[in-house]
């Protein structure tokens, strides 16, 4: 049985603002460009967590690329090839990130100082064909873990940033999926 105070009650949609003081809002503080006063979410650490991920990003661009060039052996000409699209994949997500910090008015920090002490995942070159992509998934699995931390923290608070991280994360387990078919098809 329900307790009396839950029955009937609707949830009543939030009010919107008037047009006239949209237009005066959008006039004040314009060099904040996207950042409006309706962004609820700690700008900061989403351009922190967002460097993470651009780190990331970086970080199994170039651990594909040596992949796609290290691959060796009877297998390898797919799996290399593989390799190279993910890689390119990857660098298309940092690029949205990237994008996405400058938006919130920060700056993405490509610096290769520190780059694997930002990024999420480890930077493994792996020792044979198996073994590489063994680490790709790995980081792949990092990666998926890692952006469903963060679309679970900004939440409701930036839905551009939670939709971005939202469709990257399904590239990242799209990734991880075919990767564990190629590691179950590869014999030790």
């Known amino acids: 049985m329900e307790p009396s105070s839950l029955k009937n009650v609707s949830k009543t949609p939030p009010l919107l603002t008037d047009i006239q003081t ?3 809002h959008a006039r004040q503080h314009i060099e904040s460009g996207a950042v409006t006063s309706g962004y609820a979410a700690d700008r900061e650490t ?11 990003e970086i970080v199994c661009v170039l651990r ?5 060039f290290m691959a060796a052996g009877i ?4 799996v290399a090839a593989e390799f190279l699209e993910h890689a390119n994949e990857e660098m298309q997500h940092a690029d949205r990130i990237a994008e996405r910090i400058v938006q919130l008015r920060g700056e993405p920090n490509f610096s290769p100082d ?3 002490a930002r990024s999420h995942a480890e930077y493994v070159e792996g020792d044979s064909l198996k073994g590489m992509i063994k ?5 792949e699995r990092v990666a998926i873990e890692s952006y469903r931390e963060m679309v679970a923290y900004i939440a409701e608070n930036d ?6 991280l939202e469709e990257i994360l399904a590239s990242e387990e799209e990734h991880a999926d075919d990767l564990a ?8």
Do not use: C, F, Q, W
């Not at 989403?46 to 990331?56: D, G, P, Q, Y």
């Not at 680490?135 to 980081?139: C, I, K, N, T």
């Not at 078919?181 to 030790?188: A, F, P, Q, V």
């Open 75 to 78: 297998h390898a000409e797919p």
């Open 181 to 188: 078919s190629l590691h179950e098809g590869l014999k030790d």
């Open 46 to 56: 989403v351009i922190k967590l967002l460097n993470e991920a651009l780190a990331t």
């Open 159 to 164: 839905p551009t940033t939670r939709r971005m």
């Open 22 to 24: 949209l237009r005066k």
């Open 135 to 139: 680490e790709d998934l790995v980081a």
């Open 64 to 68: 594909y690329k040596r992949h796609y």
């Open 114 to 116: 520190g780059l694997t």
